[in-house]
């Protein structure tokens, strides 16, 4: 995995990434290149399959917060849950006809 730190060796003007297009892209493939503009980053160039990984990593770390949440609000509702409050299925089937 790419290292995301930001430091002088990966930070390049934004007229620098005009003039030396191919140049950067190929550093982009070893390392994220953070763009600057008027001494702020303003963008990263990044490898394709880097940038991939990221978005399936965000996709892993979103699924297992939702599957946390279900889990705890499951473990909530079944610890208040009394058997005599439940609805009995004749009156789900009553319900549906």
């Not at 995301?4 to 140049?23: P, Y």
């Not at 399936?56 to 609000?73: F, G, P, R, T, V």
């Amino acid at each position: 995995m790419a290292n995301l730190s930001v430091n002088r060796e990966n930070m390049i003007s934004s007229t620098e990434v005009v003039r030396n297009f191919s140049k950067v892209l190929d550093k982009s493939k070893e390392s994220p290149v953070f763009i600057m503009r008027n001494n702020d980053i303003e963008g990263i160039m990044m490898d394709i399959e880097e940038y991939e990984m990221l978005l399936e990593k965000i996709e892993y770390l979103e699924n297992q917060l939702e599957d946390a949440y279900i889990m705890k609000e499951l473990k909530e509702r079944k610890e208040g849950f009394d058997v005599k409050d439940a609805v009995k299925e004749e009156e789900i089937m009553d319900l549906l006809d």
